[in-house]
């Protein structure tokens, strides 16, 4: 299949490179060239602009940090709506607001091309394992289309229907509940840490016990070590993420209080930690407000 690869960060470069030396033919672009290094010398092509990663491509993947970055590698004499040919289709890999993933499929609707929207859930470690869950909003067609490449960089994959920005909705309620579940963790590893129990056994109770989940496990673990950078998800992405969910919930008029406590750990985290730590940090904020450092 000939696919062009869009957003070579740290979940777009593992992704991408699940799909090298797979039998793809794979054109690769990102705003900071450097960062493609590794996929060419394995097999990739470096693209020149968004516009040649699309060109004659079957499908083109993005992986974007915002909803800006997205819509700039869209538009535009060089962008992937100029190089993208009717009957291509388009996965948005990324986070984005309900409202975007909107107008980027009314965007393509009018080109006559395909469009996914289909973020995922995962670290970047799961990125690199093809351990991702995707979450795929278009239609069936479509979503069929893309199996065999979700097979490639995930472990599964969910249709959320035929409207795009389902998908992105799914998401967002879901990254508010990882981050819930973050500040119940620091919450209660606080409590028990200031009554003398240790973060490690703590943390061995309740994973063996009520809360073995993956997503307790891993973030419990940062919590209990205290391992904030480099970060796997950056405090300032999640706030981003918070603002979308916000947004959302108002356009749904749908009352959200835990969101506001969420935000302010957040905006006093990257505050006092600054933007590169991870979104797990939060568990400092909540410790040095009950007196404790860590």
């Known amino acids: 299949m000939r696919l062009g690869f869009i957003g070579l960060g740290q979940m777009g470069a593992a992704i991408a490179a699940n799909l090298v030396g797979t039998g793809h033919e794979l054109r690769v672009w990102n705003r900071s060239p450097d960062k493609a290094a590794a996929l060419v010398a394995g097999g990739a092509t470096l693209a020149k602009s968004p516009r040649d990663a699309a060109t004659g491509a ?25 190089g993208l040919a009717p009957g291509a289709l388009h996965i ?24 996914l929207s289909a973020p995922v859930f995962g670290r970047p470690a799961a990125a690199a394992a093809a351990k991702l869950f995707i979450v795929a909003g278009g239609d ?20 959320a229907g035929a409207t795009p920005s389902s998908a992105n909705l799914i998401k967002l309620c879901g990254n508010f509940m990882i981050l819930a579940t973050i500040e119940m963790l620091a919450e209660a590893m606080t409590l028990a840490a200031k009554g003398g129990v240790g973060k490690e056994k703590f943390l061995e109770v309740m994973t063996g016990t009520l809360f073995g989940s993956p997503l307790v496990r891993t973030y419990g673990a940062i919590l209990a070590a205290g391992e904030y950078r480099p970060a796997g998800f950056a405090a300032p992405l999640g706030l981003k993420d918070m603002r979308l969910v916000a947004q959302a919930a108002e356009g749904e008029r749908v009352p959200m209080p835990f969101l506001n ?12 930690e600054g933007g590169d730590v991870d ?16």
């Open 279 to 294: 979104w797990s940090a939060i568990a400092l904020s909540v410790a040095r407000n009950s007196g404790l450092e860590r």
């Open 140 to 159: 069936e067609a479509s979503y069929r289309r893309a199996l065999p490449l979700f097979a490639q960089i995930g472990q599964a994959s969910f249709h």
């Open 92 to 115: 948005s890999l990324s986070t984005i607001a309900v409202a975007t993933a909107d107008c980027v499929a009314a965007g393509h609707g009018s080109r006559n091309q395909a469009f």
């Open 261 to 272: 406590v969420l935000r302010d750990h957040l905006l006093q985290t990257i505050a006092t």
């Open 58 to 82: 079957e499908v083109v993947l993005t992986m974007l940090a915002d909803d800006a970055a997205l819509s700039a590698v869209l538009d535009g004499d060089e962008g992937l709506y100029a």
